[in-house]
C-alpha cells in the first residue's frame, strides 16, 4: 500500500500538536495554509483554535471552497474542537454576522457550549469504540453536539447531570469529529483511529479503481 | 436516527487544572491577540481575525503619555467587551495585585495578564497563580524571569518588548535572551544545568524541562511595540507562538486594515510574496518612540523581577 499523508490546516491554533501526535503513530504529515497543499493528501485534520479566525484567514487565500470540495469529495476529514464547528452543517453560538462554515457533517453544535475558560474541565470518558482504559479529555471552552442527523454515530457522549447530556465525539462515514483534545493528551487512540478510517479510504478507493 | 454506541464519562468534571489553563494558550497560537479598550473596537478585532483580545481602560501609549497610576479596568467596560464577542476575553492585574485578579475572575475572563504594562502592586511578590481557577500569562525579559513565573503558575508566557512605543527592537532582545538560553540549555549536562538554574535564578526542574523539551513547558508570545505585518512575522520567524498587538492596531491609520493584515502575517510569517501583498497599502503606523529617549524610569519592562 502507498505510504499515507495526512495534511494539518495550520491557519491557526494547536496544529503543531497533531503533527507531532501523527509522528509518534508513523504518518507523514504536513502542513497546509494554502489550496494547492491539499494535493496529495490522504486525510486532513482541522485542529482546535478559534473558528472565527480560522474562518476569515482560509476565506482570504481561498480555501473556503477547495476545503468543501475536499470534504464532499468523501475524503477523511478529523476536526478537533474549533474543527468540529467547521464541519458541522449547523451551529448555535456564532459571533454577530455568522461566519463561513465548511459543513458535511450532519450535526448542530453549540459553540461554547460548557461555557468560558473557568468553565474549561478535564474528564475521562468511556469510548466503546476505543475500548479500556476509558479516554481523558480535555475540554477548553468547548462545543458540544446537540443534534445529529440519521447517518451519525455517536462514539462518545458526556453526561453533565441527569438531565443534560451531549455528544462530544461522532463518526459519520470518512468524518470524525471530537469536541475535546486529544492531541494534547499522550493517548494515541484517536489518531489511530483517523489513520485507520484514512486506511480504509484507500483501500476502497484502489478496490474501486481496479475494479 | 442515530447510532448510539454508549460512551459517557466516568466520574467528575476537573475544572481549573493546569492542562486546561495551559491548553487554551495552545488553542491561541498561530494567533494575534489585540488591545481593545471598547465593545466597538471589540467587535473589530473579531471581524479582523483576532484570536483573543485584551480589555483595558487605555491602550500603553496612552498609559505612557497620560502617567500617573495605572490599575485593572472598570468591571463594566470589561462586561461590554464579552458581551460583545465570542472570541477569549483576556484583562490586566497590576504585578502582585490579586484582589484585582480575584474580581477578574469573577467577571469571566479567560486569561489574566498580569502586567508590567500597569502600575505594580507589590514590589517583591508576584500572583500567587496557582490559586486560580483562570489562567494567567506574565511578560518576561529573560528565560530565567520566563521559569520563576511559571514556578508561580503562569499557564502562558509572552515578552514584555516596551509597550506603546511601536518599536520592535525590545521585543525583539527578549524573544532572542529567551531562544538562545534554551539552545545553551540543549548543550549542557546535569552538573553545568544545576550552575545555570543558580545563575538564572530559576527552579531546576523548571529548567530540566525545558532543556529536554528543548522550549518553554508553556505557550509564549511576542508583546511590546509590535506594529507591522513584517514585525509580527519577524517574532514569528524568531519563533515565538503568537503575537500580541496593543497600540499598533487602534494608534493607526486604518485599524481594521491594519489587524486584518497582522493577522494574515502571523499565518504565512515564512512567505515573503504573501507579506509583501498583505503590507502594501496600510495607511499610516503608529509614530514610534526610539528606546534611547526614554528615561529608565519610563521603561516598563524593567517593573517585574
Same mark, same amino acid.
Not at chain 2, 507591522?228 to 503568537?242: K, R, S, W
Not at chain 2, 493584515?261 to 518612540?289: C, F, R, W
Given at each position: 500500500m502507498a505510504k499515507l499523508t495526512i495534511g494539518v490546516l495550520a491557519l491557526q491554533g494547536a496544529f503543531a500538536e497533531h503533527i507531532n501526535m501523527l509522528g509518534k503513530v508513523g504518518v507523514a504529515a504536513r502542513t497546509v495554509r494554502k489550496p494547492s497543499e491539499l494535493d496529495g493528501l490522504d486525510g486532513l485534520i482541522i485542529p482546535g483554535g478559534e473558528s472565527t479566525t480560522m474562518a476569515l484567514v482560509a476565506e482570504r487565500w481561498g480555501l473556503v471552497q477547495p476545503l468543501k470540495a475536499w470534504v464532499q469529495a468523501g475524503k477523511p476529514t478529523w476536526g478537533t474542537c474549533a474543527g468540529m464547528i467547521l464541519l458541522s452543517d449547523r451551529a448555535t453560538g456564532q459571533k454577530q454576522g455568522g461566519q463561513a462554515l465548511i459543513g458535511g457533517l450532519d450535526v448542530t453544535v453549540s459553540r461554547n457550549y460548557f461555557g468560558r475558560q473557568i468553565d474549561s474541565f478535564e474528564a475521562e470518558l468511556s469510548v466503546p469504540k476505543l475500548g479500556d482504559p476509558p479516554v481523558h479529555a480535555i475540554f477548553i471552552r468547548a462545543p458540544a453536539i446537540i443534534d445529529t442527523g440519521a447517518d451519525v454515530t455517536v462514539l462518545a457522549r458526556l453526561t453533565e447531570n441527569a438531565q443534560r447530556s451531549v455528544a462530544v465525539a461522532v463518526q459519520a462515514g470518512p468524518i470524525l469529529a471530537t469536541a475535546f483534545h486529544p492531541e494534547l493528551t499522550d493517548d494515541l487512540r484517536w489518531h489511530e483511529l483517523f489513520v485507520n478510517m484514512v486506511t480504509i479510504g484507500m483501500v476502497t478507493e484502489y478496490a474501486e479503481g481496479s475494479g | 436516527m442515530s447510532t448510539e454506541l454508549n460512551g459517557h464519562q466516568n466520574g467528575q468534571m476537573e475544572k481549573g487544572t493546569f492542562a486546561v489553563k495551559a491548553g487554551l494558550a495552545q488553542m491561541l497560537k498561530g494567533g494575534v491577540i489585540m488591545d481593545v479598550v471598547t465593545p466597538e473596537q471589540a467587535r473589530i478585532a473579531e471581524e479582523a481575525g483576532a484570536c483573543a483580545v485584551m480589555a483595558l481602560e487605555r491602550v500603553p501609549a496612552d498609559i505612557r503619555r497620560?502617567?500617573?497610576?495605572?490599575?485593572? !479596568?472598570?468591571?463594566?467596560?470589561?462586561?461590554?467587551?464579552?458581551?460583545?464577542?465570542?472570541?477569549?476575553?483576556?484583562?490586566?492585574?497590576?504585578?502582585?495585585?490579586?484582589?484585582?485578579?480575584?474580581?477578574?475572575?469573577?467577571?469571566?475572563?479567560?486569561?489574566?495578564? =498580569?502586567?508590567?504594562?500597569?502600575?505594580?502592586?507589590?514590589? =517583591?511578590?508576584?500572583?500567587?497563580?496557582?490559586?486560580?481557577?483562570?489562567?494567567?500569562?506574565?511578560?518576561?525579559? %529573560?528565560?530565567?524571569?520566563?521559569?520563576?513565573?511559571?514556578?508561580?503558575?503562569?499557564?502562558?508566557?509572552?515578552?514584555?518588548? =516596551?509597550?506603546?512605543?511601536?518599536?520592535?527592537?525590545?521585543?525583539?532582545?527578549?524573544?532572542?535572551?529567551?531562544?538562545?538560553?534554551?539552545?545553551?540549555?540543549?548543550?549542557?549536562?546535569?552538573?553545568?544545568?544545576?550552575?545555570?538554574?543558580?545563575?538564572?535564578?530559576?527552579?531546576?526542574?523548571?529548567?530540566?524541562?525545558?532543556?529536554?523539551?528543548?522550549?518553554?513547558?508553556?505557550? %509564549?508570545?511576542?508583546?511590546?511595540?509590535?506594529?507591522?505585518?513584517?514585525?509580527?512575522?519577524?517574532?514569528?520567524?524568531?519563533?515565538?507562538?503568537?503575537?500580541?498587538?496593543?497600540?499598533?492596531?487602534?494608534? !493607526?491609520?486604518?485599524?481594521?486594515?491594519?489587524?486584518?493584515?497582522?493577522?494574515?502575517?502571523?499565518?504565512?510569517?515564512?512567505?515573503?510574496?504573501?507579506?509583501?501583498?498583505? !503590507?502594501? %497599502?496600510?495607511?499610516?503606523?503608529?509614530?514610534?518612540?526610539?528606546?534611547?529617549?526614554?528615561?529608565? !524610569?519610563?521603561?516598563?519592562?524593567?517593573?517585574?523581577?
Open positions: - | 497620560d502617567g500617573g497610576v495605572s490599575r485593572m !479596568s472598570d468591571p463594566d467596560m470589561i462586561k461590554g467587551i464579552i458581551e460583545a464577542v465570542t472570541i477569549p476575553v483576556m484583562a490586566k492585574a497590576r504585578i502582585g495585585h490579586f484582589v484585582e485578579a480575584q474580581i477578574l475572575e469573577a467577571l469571566g475572563v479567560d486569561y489574566i495578564d =498580569e502586567s508590567e504594562v500597569l502600575t505594580p502592586a507589590d514590589e =517583591e511578590h508576584h500572583i500567587n497563580k496557582h490559586k486560580f481557577g483562570v489562567p494567567f500569562v506574565c511578560g518576561c525579559r %529573560n528565560l530565567g524571569e520566563a521559569l520563576r513565573r511559571i514556578s508561580e503558575g503562569a499557564a502562558m508566557i509572552r515578552t514584555k518588548g =516596551e509597550a506603546g512605543t511601536g518599536n520592535v527592537v525590545e521585543a525583539v532582545r527578549h524573544a532572542r535572551a529567551v531562544y538562545g538560553d534554551i539552545r545553551r540549555l540543549q548543550t549542557m549536562d546535569e552538573d553545568e544545568l544545576f550552575a545555570f538554574a543558580k545563575e538564572i535564578r530559576a527552579p531546576y526542574a523548571l529548567v530540566k524541562e525545558t532543556a529536554s523539551l528543548g522550549r518553554l513547558p508553556v505557550v %509564549n508570545f511576542a508583546a511590546g511595540g509590535v506594529a507591522t505585518p513584517a514585525d509580527a512575522a519577524l517574532m514569528m520567524q524568531l519563533g515565538v507562538d503568537g503575537v500580541f498587538v496593543g497600540s499598533g492596531i487602534f494608534k !493607526s491609520g486604518d485599524p481594521a486594515k491594519r489587524a486584518y493584515a497582522i493577522v494574515q502575517a502571523v499565518t504565512h510569517y515564512n512567505d515573503p510574496k504573501i507579506l509583501a501583498e498583505i !503590507s502594501t %497599502n496600510l495607511g499610516e503606523a503608529m509614530v514610534g518612540i526610539n528606546i534611547e529617549t526614554l528615561s529608565d !524610569s519610563e521603561k516598563l519592562a524593567s517593573r517585574g523581577w
